[in-house]
């Protein structure tokens, strides 16, 4: 198999590509010229130098490639719409076209379970034990989940239109060993006496080790008369928010207990006047509380994998046990805390 993979040298990306090396198949990666390549020269993969708003570089990597995996993504709580449409909604058209007339078989499509959000003043939706038929929201209050819905429509809709295999895959909480993103910001919040629990009630989360998701997504590159379809992937279990928090942070060598907790209107109504604020000020870093943080944070999400399970033959690789010890000795083996947070 010729593996064409956009986001290779993130989180997810990385590790994916890693293990389709391992498993003896060609890999070709979209990569800007400033990332760090230095994972991926050393596994010797085919670079492709471009960005997602350039069609003639999408048009070249997707050039001899039986499946694309496509993770690349503008991700983030805050920004302007036009941002996140051109990276989330524009790419993903232009690389569907390209995929499609270069002849290219199947397309896999990163998603998130957050596209099924809606949370508002006065109400924030506790899903729980969900499935893919549950219903988008009739509106958003950020670009973020915005634009991944757009997409996602986006994907299955061209199946429907040119039949080209396009798979859709909704994880959850994704965490594990490489994580430089959001591991690091959930550490600098604890350290700083500012993680909190928000809303009232046990807040229930279905995460995912990114093992387990590039388990799913190797699965799905080669299984046939899957296109159109949408997926929740996760380790198969249902965990207190605010505890899996607590061992993620135990994991990599910090004592942290839940304290009280914030009522969601309270934290909700500070979220919106700071981002007013940060709107009005123009500025390009976001505020320390959005309300997408505080959704993510006061919500109950868990989510069905029986679909995968069924469809796929999908079954998690990794238990939360198995994976907590990895991730120790991961952030142990980069140099400690100061190193990953220094990242």
């Known amino acids: 198999m010729k593996a064409i993979v956009t986001g290779g040298t993130g989180f997810i990306g990385s590790r994916l590509v890693q293990k389709l090396v391992e498993k003896g ?13 230095e994972l991926l020269n050393k596994l010797g993969v085919e670079l492709c130098y471009g960005d997602l708003s350039d069609p003639d570089s999408l048009m070249q990597v997707t050039k001899g490639g039986d499946v694309v995996f ?34 290219v078989k199947r397309f896999l499509h990163m998603s998130t379970s957050t ?3 809606r949370s508002d003043f006065w109400e924030i939706h506790n899903l729980e034990d969900i499935d893919e038929t549950f219903p988008y929201p009739e509106n958003y209050n950020d670009f973020y989940n915005e634009t991944k819905a757009e997409a996602e429509k986006l994907v299955v809709e061209f199946y429907a239109e040119t039949g080209l295999e396009t798979i859709v895959f909704r994880p959850s909480n994704v965490w594990g060993g490489g994580d430089r993103v959001i591991l690091p910001r959930i550490i600098m919040a ?14 229930w989360v279905s995460p995912c080790h990114v093992d387990n998701l590039v388990q799913a997504l190797l699965l799905a590159a080669e299984i046939d008369n899957k296109g159109g379809n949408i997926y929740f992937i996760n380790d ?10 607590s061992r993620l942070l135990k994991a990599v060598g910090i004592d942290w207990s839940q304290k009280l907790a914030i009522p969601y ?79």
């Open 265 to 343: 209107s309270l934290a909700y109504t500070s979220a919106y006047l700071m981002e007013l604020l940060f709107k009005l000020a123009k500025s390009s870093k976001p505020p320390v509380l959005t309300r997408f943080a505080v959704a993510a944070l006061a919500g109950s999400r868990s989510y069905s994998i029986e679909k995968a399970k069924k469809d796929l033959g999908y079954q998690p690789i990794v238990n939360l046990d198995d994976g907590l010890k990895h991730l120790g000795e991961w952030v142990n083996n980069i140099g400690g805390l100061d190193e990953l947070l220094r990242a």
């Open 190 to 203: 604890a350290k700083k006496g500012i993680l909190f629990p928000m809303g009232s009630g046990r807040r």
């Open 236 to 245: 198969g279990i249902k965990i207190e928010h605010m505890e899996f928090l």
């Open 25 to 37: 198949h060609e890999v070709k990666c979209l990569v800007r010229r400033t990332s760090n390549l």
């Open 115 to 117: 596209v099924i959000w």
């Open 70 to 103: 496509h993770l690349a993504a503008m991700v983030s709580d805050w920004g302007p719409k036009d941002q996140f449409s051109e990276n989330n909604v524009d790419a993903t058209r232009t690389l569907l076209k390209a995929a499609n007339e270069t002849g």
